[in-house]
């Protein structure tokens, strides 16, 4: 079983329409969660990191559910610069650890 | 502003050559990494360093080799090229390895072909 699975869509989705994925990690021990941004032959960058409160920055909300280890990244209003591959990451509590998802790809159509 | 430079940005190779990817970043970070970045399979890590001196195996390390003899600096050297190896490679640098520390930036990348 992978440490870390993503649905890898791709999501296709009009201006304007709300959208969200899903990350699962299989370890409970994972600490700490991150989504990074990465467009067509481009570096992946940092969008945000995941707090257990879960957080919010703009259109972007990230969630994490330990319970059943999944973290989430919802987009609203969705704009067409919001196309991109959405990677999530997971780290493990000894920081030597870490892994990213596969990502997720996303198309937001005029 | 330049934070992580890799190069160089494209590279053909034949197979059973070899070749030195080399990352500079001017950050200070402590800890530099090399990935891979093939389609379906995503980002996965091949060797990664803690520090000035040291370095570590990752995900998928056969068939490349690095050294951090410079803070700033993190090669990755292929000693025999295959085809297998071609890829996307990148490098990625950050402060720490725990928690948010562990936000990582990375370089533009490397296009490889191996023939």
């Known amino acids: 079983r992978k440490e870390v699975e993503q649905d890898p869509g791709p999501f296709n989705v009009p201006e304007g329409a709300t959208v969200a994925f899903n990350c699962t990690y299989s370890n409970s021990a994972s600490q700490s969660f991150f989504w990074y941004r990465q467009d067509c032959r481009k570096e992946p960058k940092l969008l945000m990191s995941?707090?257990?409160s879960g957080n919010e920055d703009g259109r972007f909300t990230a969630q994490l559910n330990r319970a059943s280890q999944y973290i989430s990244l919802l987009i609203r209003d969705s704009k067409l610069s919001d196309s991109a591959t959405y990677l999530c990451?997971?780290?493990?509590?000894?920081?030597?650890?870490?892994?990213f998802g596969t990502g997720t790809s996303l198309t937001v159509i005029p | 502003n330049a934070g992580v430079t890799q190069t160089p940005k494209f590279r053909v190779l034949k197979t059973g050559q070899s070749m030195t990817l080399l990352c500079a970043q001017d950050m200070n970070h402590e800890y530099m990494y090399w990935y891979r970045q093939d389609p379906g399979m995503g980002l996965r890590l091949i060797h990664y360093s803690v520090g000035e001196g040291t370095t570590a195996k990752g995900e998928v390390p056969d068939g490349y080799n690095v050294s951090r003899l410079k803070k700033q600096n993190f090669l990755l050297g292929l000693e025999s090229a295959a085809p297998s190896q071609t890829s996307v490679y990148f490098c990625?640098?950050?402060?720490?390895?725990?928690?948010?520390?562990?936000?990582?930036?990375f370089g533009a990348g490397t296009r490889l072909s191996v023939l």
């Open positions: 995941v707090y257990s």
């Open positions: 990625a640098s950050s402060y720490g390895l725990a928690g948010a520390e562990n936000i990582q930036y």
């Open positions: 990451v997971v780290i493990m509590n000894t920081g030597n650890q870490f892994y």
